[in-house]
């Protein structure tokens, strides 16, 4: 079979392919980059008024669920070492339309996070004077705030512009800071104040099973946990994909969990007991719009505030320099599928996609102007990411199906039950994401549809070579999963507008039933082998590969 390399080597330049400059090491920060940003910030402090010290369960719900998603796209991650994997694996078992939406899907969710990330740092900075016309009081971006993120988002672009073994040497300097300052900053609060009472002064979970499950979507949990197909994104410049990315999706995984609980344990014990003495959803305190921050100046600790000011900058920064760099990837892969103009595949004379840069340094621009602060994009953009996963173990089950002799350098064992587990569990934090944020998932796909299809019918119509098949047979199950997560979550509890005529638990019966039903039917209708090989033949032939 071809291989399915796409790069160049290492003396071509604007021609189309990327080159293999990327290690181990490279690779693991770029996950772990993406997974500690302004998640670590805000999570704690948002999942524990939501769901109160229970909040830990959360915490260890979402990784779980992350960390079986992690495992699937290990796999696939080495056995297809292509840029902007994530948008082309449902492409290879589903053909055209699957492979459309769920690029779709990826792109989103890649062109949203940078903007969520300069926000986060614009938000922190507002404790100090001279930034402090950057944000209304609701924390919202004024005019001044939106062109200062415009600009923050222009510099991730010109570091993208200096190539990837630049890039890559950036982000494993500021993700060296990025894992330290959490973990000196667990140690220093810990040992600074503890109050182990903390835990049940007001009930270890004082909102119930609602609330826990609750926080997983809407408090940051998941999209802290958020970050680990970077490794995947970056495969086509990986040295040496099929041992080094498992090994650093995984990696990256443990490594955030880890910090993750850790926080919120600290989080919960360094809090003096009368800044919730009303109850956890009461929580307040000076400088709670950074909550680490002014909880480390509320205890005295003022010197450990101004560090993690200072992070405030850093941690976001890079994850927002990190995603802008997967957005031009995801259009490159894109556009190898046929599903974005061929001149997504445009490279510099550095080896740099350059128009998926310009466009994902656009698309940001533009969604600061509707989402104007942290809030209200973290659950969008959760559900968009969780979607974006939730190919994944569709294409990963129809390839051990359909094509069970293909060579796998990671072999998931028990594979057979991870992949519809995790696509069970990604539907479930899909739907906590709540309605009020589902029906505005909805909109943004049909927005992608109307994008990529008209580009598709154009194709087809102008008998381009690249054009799509669009193979609806294959993917006929995919607008019953989605219209059918629709409805259950506009009759479930979660979210403003829910209808509530679905109660917890039943509710999450119907979506783990949805769930499994669609994962074997898209299993039945997934393209024959042949014309799976024939997909993952034909990426590999357009990138340039031999045999």
């Known amino acids: 079979m071809a291989s399915t390399d796409e790069t160049a080597p290492s003396g071509a330049q604007g021609n189309g392919r990327l080159r293999r400059e990327v290690g181990l090491i490279g690779l693991l920060w770029a996950s772990a980059g993406a997974i500690i940003g302004s998640g670590w910030l805000f999570g704690a402090k948002n999942a524990v008024v939501i769901a109160g010290p229970a909040a830990l369960l959360s915490w260890g ?52 996070i940078a903007p969520i990330e300069v926000q986060a740092v614009i938000n922190y900075a507002g404790h100090w004077s001279w930034a402090r016309g ?47 300052i959490p973990l000196f900053s667990i140690v220093v609060l810990a040992l600074a104040e503890f109050h182990g009472g903390n835990f049940t002064a007001h009930g270890f979970a004082p909102y119930g099973a609602k609330g826990v499950l609750a926080a997983i979507s809407t408090s940051g949990v998941i999209f802290a946990l958020l970050g680990f197909e970077q490794a995947i994104q970056w495969a086509g410049e990986s040295l040496n994909p099929r041992r080094d990315i498992p090994r650093a999706v995984i990696g990256s995984v443990t490594l955030g969990t880890l910090i993750y609980i850790l926080l919120q344990t600290v989080f919960i014990t360094s809090l003096p007991p009368g800044t919730f003495a009303g109850g956890w959803a009461r929580l307040d305190y000076p400088g709670i719009a950074g909550p680490f921050a002014g909880l480390a100046a509320l205890i005295g600790l003022g010197w450990l505030a101004v560090l993690l000011y200072t992070d405030a900058i850093i941690s976001p920064g890079g994850t927002g320099l990190i995603y802008i760099t997967s957005c031009s990837r995801v259009s490159y892969g894109l556009s190898r599928n046929g599903y974005a103009p061929r001149a997504f595949q445009w490279t510099d004379r550095r080896s740099v996609p350059w128009v998926g840069l310009i466009v994902a340094f656009v698309a940001g621009v533009l969604c600061l102007l509707p989402f104007p602060s942290w809030q209200r994009l973290v659950t969008f953009i959760t559900s968009a990411v969780v979607l974006m996963y939730a190919g994944a173990p569709l294409a990963f ?36 994401s709540g309605w009020d944020t589902l029906w505005r998932l909805g909109v943004a796909i049909l927005i992608g549809y109307l994008l990529m299809g008209s580009y598709a019918w154009y194709a087809n119509a102008r008998g381009l070579p690249d054009a799509p098949r669009m193979d609806f047979a294959a993917g006929c199950w995919l607008p019953v999963y989605l219209v059918g997560l629709g409805l259950i979550s506009w009759q479930g509890t979660f979210g403003r507008g829910a209808e509530g005529n679905l109660p917890l638990w039943w509710d999450i019966l119907a979506v783990v039933l949805l769930s499994l039903a669609v994962y074997y039917w898209a ?25």
Do not use: C
């Open 397 to 432: 089950g129809v390839l051990r199906r359909r094509l069970p002799g293909l060579e796998r350098p990671y072999r998931l064992p028990g594979g057979a039950l991870v992949s519809p587990l995790s696509f069970a569990i990604a539907g479930l934090v899909i739907y906590w």
């Open 61 to 112: 719900i979402g990784a779980v669920a992350i960390v079986l998603l992690a495992l699937v796209h290990a796999e696939l991650g080495a056995m297809f070492p292509v840029a902007g994997g994530t948008a082309r694996y449902p492409h290879y078992a589903f053909g055209g339309f699957a492979g459309m939406s769920f690029g779709w899907f990826s792109w989103l969710q890649a062109a949203t």
């Open 523 to 547: 299993l039945h209708t997934a393209l024959p082998a042949e014309a799976i090989e024939r997909n993952i033949h034909g990426g590999a032939v357009a990138d340039g590969a031999e045999d």
């Open 134 to 180: 950057l944000l209304h009081p609701d924390h919202t971006l004024t005019g001044s705030g939106i062109a200062v993120a415009a600009g923050l988002l222009a510099v991730f672009v010109v570091v993208n512009f200096l190539g990837v073994r630049i890039l890559a040497h950036t982000n494993s300097v500021a993700t060296w800071w990025k894992v330290a």
